[in-house]
């Protein structure tokens, strides 16, 4: 998803999906803050894991990457950081879809 040579400079790239696409982004590094802060880029599920098993949520997405805090949402911030945004209602790892 994100052009990297070292990190934190690290930028989306051009090609980290085609349209209509899935990703898959864990919330190490803020890569699923900065997903979600890409025009065009959708939650579609979030990934749970407990006890060595996974599940998908498919509803009441609404509720997961909201902020604690609102200044938080800053893609330059979780940029320079390299760390996600802490969130009210958070998951293992996140599914987008590129429109």
């Not at 989306?12 to 919330?27: D, N």
């Amino acid at each position: 998803m994100w052009t990297c040579r070292r990190r934190p400079r690290c930028r989306p790239s051009p090609t980290w999906t085609t349209t209509r696409g899935l990703l898959l982004a864990t919330t190490s590094h803020g890569d699923a803050s900065l997903a979600a802060l890409e025009p065009g880029v959708h939650l579609v599920a979030a990934a749970h894991h407990a006890n060595g098993r996974y599940r998908l949520a498919t509803e009441g997405l609404g509720e997961y990457l909201i902020s604690k805090r609102a200044d938080a949402a800053d893609g330059e911030r979780i940029r320079s950081s390299g760390r996600g945004i802490a969130c009210t209602r958070s998951a293992f790892a996140y599914v987008f879809q590129v429109d």
